[in-house]
């Protein structure tokens, strides 16, 4: 089973930014960030596959980049220009998901 460990979230500003980092335990082919806010569906937000080609939600788009480092099996999404409805619990996974979620990192953002 695949381990999954997010981290980097955090409380931010309006207009801020943050770094998520995910390392996997395996290295997987295309990777991805996902997003589940209160209330809502999780969804996808960002995805990269293992040659770097990415794929970005229209409301993130332009915002944050997925970038990902195949010796350390890890992938970061690098958030800018951050907004409140950008608030959720933050998780990484395969593209298409498996069951193997990790514990999620919060990002809150409020002033």
């Known amino acids: 089973q695949v381990q999954l460990v997010e981290s980097g979230g955090g409380l931010v500003q309006p207009g801020g930014s943050l770094r998520l980092s995910c390392e996997a335990s395996?290295?997987?082919?295309?990777r991805g960030w996902y997003r589940q806010a209160p209330g809502k569906q999780r969804e996808l937000v960002a995805s990269?596959?293992?040659?770097?080609?990415?794929i970005y939600a229209d409301s993130v788009k332009g915002r944050f980049t997925i970038s990902r480092d195949n010796a350390k099996n890890t992938v970061y999404l690098q958030m800018n220009s951050l907004k409140p409805e950008d608030t959720a619990v933050y998780y990484c996974?395969?593209?298409?998901?498996?069951?193997?979620w990790g514990q999620g990192t919060q990002v809150t953002v409020s002033s």
């Open positions: 990269i596959t293992s040659i770097g080609i990415t």
């Open positions: 996974n395969s593209v298409p998901a498996s069951r193997s």
């Open positions: 395996v290295n997987i082919f295309n």
